[in-house]
């Protein structure tokens, strides 16, 4: 397994024809990341800032990150409405990791961020996630103008399952940008990520399946599965593999089945499983949640 990154950051400042525009930040294939640039000038100041950590294995990797811009300007506008010539502020942030992988593994990816401002696309925060099951890239994006000012998203899957979409790598890319529209005096981004890759080798006897449904999902969705034939039944075992927290719906389409009385809601449900083993974060066992929902009301899952 190859892990490949990159960390960057800058931050500009403009005031009548004058500029501080210092030296911006960036870091390749570093574990821990934690950059920040700050530019100054009477009547504006900009900040762009990144944080991540790495962390890989020969079987598994993971990453988490962070980011955030937040620019002023005071004078972007004259007395008449008007921009002030060479008079702004502006700055910028991004990370971007690639896991590969020549085994089978299952990946899951997470994004979120939000702009505060209120400019005329001015401001965005953005991620494009790689890949789905068609081997297509996910694009998400929030910004201060049409699109809505957040953005959240995920994906997950298998890499090297055996089928001519599968992918070899999962990719993350993700960033923000501010600027200042005239008579705009403030622009604040800020956004999170994570990925988590881990080799789950299909069994030969495939009585092994990995959960491949997210951060949510209904147990009894065969596509949250991997490989195919799922859900996994009493004879199977049921590996989490996923980073972070997972939430599974264990009754489904059964929370309106009929009880033995006639009448319908939500009945209990049990899956019998030979094995589950559950490891949410494989190089930090002690960080995920398993959530199991089963409808119900007083019989709870576990």
């Known amino acids: 397994m190859t892990v490949s990154s990159e ?3 800058f931050a500009d400042v403009a005031t009548e024809g004058q500029f501080d525009s210092p030296p911006p930040f960036s870091a390749t294939d570093q574990p821990n990341v934690d950059g920040s640039v700050h530019a100054e000038l009477e009547g504006g100041r900009a900040d762009g800032a990144v944080q991540a950590t790495v962390t890989a294995s020969p079987t598994g990797a993971s990453a988490t990150a962070s980011g955030t811009t937040d620019i002023e ?3 972007t506008e004259d007395e008449d409405g008007e921009p002030n010539p060479q008079t702004g502020a502006g700055a910028g942030n991004g990370f971007t990791i690639s896991i590969c992988s020549d085994q089978r593994a299952t990946f899951t990816m997470s994004v979120s961020g939000n702009v505060q401002a209120s400019g005329d696309a001015s401001t965005n925060v953005f991620a494009t996630l790689c890949c ?3 081997g297509d890239s996910v694009d998400l994006e929030g910004e201060d ?4 000012t957040g953005m959240g998203g995920g994906l997950s899957g298998v890499l090297n399952d055996d089928t001519d979409e599968s992918p070899s790598c999962a ?3 993700i960033g923000g940008s501010s600027s ?3 008579g705009q005096p403030t622009s604040v981004t800020q956004w999170s990520a994570s990925v988590s890759v881990v080799e789950t080798p299909e069994p030969p006897d495939a009585d092994e399946f990995v959960w491949i449904g997210g951060t949510s999902g209904a147990f009894t969705d065969e596509d949250n599965w991997s490989p195919a034939g799922g859900p996994p039944d009493s004879s199977d075992t049921a590996l989490f593999t996923q980073g972070s927290q997972a939430t599974v719906d264990l009754g489904s389409a059964n929370a309106t089945a009929r009880a033995a009385d006639g009448s319908r809601g939500p009945q209990p449900v049990e899956r019998l499983l030979e094995r589950t083993r559950v490891n949410l974060d494989p190089l930090r066992p002690d960080a ?8 119900a009301l007083d019989d709870p899952s576990l």
């Open 7 to 9: 960390a960057e950051a």
């Open 73 to 75: 300007h005071c004078c």
């Open 132 to 134: 789905d099951a068609n």
């Open 145 to 148: 103008s049409n699109l809505g």
């Open 171 to 173: 990719s993350l890319a």
């Open 180 to 182: 200042l529209d005239t």
């Open 288 to 295: 995920g949640v398993l959530r199991l929902l089963s409808p």
